[in-house]
């Protein structure tokens, strides 16, 4: 317990999805493996401070978070109410249900995945001071005030704030709020505006985070992908921790003759892993399943299991389309799109059996195609359609896949296709296989996970 105090955290998911325009609520929409609820739910569930999760739910999907609780063993969600029809009606249920008076509750919305552990610690700090605190980040846009169509006042910007959640208030003071609110009902979007509508004390402030954003529209989902990116660029996991979840693993490369797949292969040996490299020059082309289906096979035997597999293997060929010959343009799709397909294909027999998962490599260009590079980065792209796709139906088995996208690396397929370059422009094979080891290791799943200069490792 923080504090001798104990600290309640009431995670708001009665929303119905009006908003969303979809049938299922966003809460439930799946980012990077998981629902969104399941990302806000682990913050929670993983803090240090926070003693006791209390779910409020709309009773239509009240199964969707029973399933979720089973499926997480989450060890703090000890309540899982039925919410109303709004969402003060849906604190009040979760702020009533809190048993012990001289506590912290914290109150905060399911489609808010990415709070902070240090957002929780400060609004705990906070309460020591404070009666009841809110999360608040300032406001890059200039907010106006208006009277239907017309702006009657635009105020000093520097005293207007946004505010997030999780608010934290000292349960007595938050459940008073509501007693009074009851008698004297009056519409709002938060939990402080009642602290202090009913004068029962002060409502300090700690500093947001941009990223902490409302998930709310359906463009909001890709901005929460592109979270999850940035986020895990950033994130503070050594390698050594990466390398203690790789030992003993059985990690198989495709492509793995050079390059990036050569260096993952490398340091995953080196890591303790049991990694197999495959290529053309050891008779297997990704293009004929037989090969990759005796490759996966062999391991299989050998070790008893396939955790993790990478597929490196592609082809580069720079050229206008109208200069090339029809052979190459099969040999080029076959090798970096159809070979990626049978990759997955004979795989997944192995990794449904260890929950494991699966990696291809994407480029730059998938988002937007190149000219002299028209076969290549198209196979790209639909090299990103597919992993979503698969990610989506792995999930079925637990098994994740993701796709990394490197920028301009050094390695000998891009010497060959670029002559020399500046190296201290080029990213470094091992930067990229470290990230990716990173990745298979992670929860994350259906994601592209750029790596350039900037990443961790
Ligand atoms: O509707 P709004 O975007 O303000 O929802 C914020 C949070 O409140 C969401 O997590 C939503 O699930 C929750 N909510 C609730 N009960 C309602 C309406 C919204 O718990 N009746």
Known sequence: MYNSKKVYAVILAGGSGERFGDNIPKQFKKLAGKTVMEHT???????????EIFIVVHPFFRYLVEEMILKNSYKKVSKLLNGGNTRQE??????????????YVLIHDAVRPFVTHKIIKDIVSGLEIYESVDTCISSPDTIVRRNEDEIIEVPERKNLLLGQTPQGFRTDVIK?????YEREPFQTTDDCSLVIKYKLGRVGIVEGDRFNIKITYPEDMYFA???FQVRSMESDEHFEEIEDKIKGKVLVVFGASRGIGKEILRIATLSGANAYGFSRKTNVDVSRPDDVANALKKVSEKEGKIDYVVNTAAI???APLESKEYEDIVQEIMT???GTIVVARESIKYLKLSKGSLLFFTSSSYTRGRSLYSIYSSTKAAIVNLMQALAEEFETYSCRVNAINPERTNTEMRRENFGIEDE????????VAKKSLAVLTSDFSGMVFDVNKNSMY
């Open 41 to 51: 739910l682990a913050v929670f569930e993983e803090d240090e401070i926070v003693d």
């Open 316 to 318: 580069l060929n720079i």
């Open 424 to 431: 201290a422009t080029l990213l470094s094979a091992e930067v």
């Open 225 to 227: 992908d592109k979270i």
């Open 90 to 103: 849906s604190s009040k249920v979760g702020i009533y249900s809190v048993p012990d008076d001289n506590s």
């Open 336 to 338: 970096n799109y159809f």
């Open 176 to 180: 008073r709020a509501y007693e009074l």
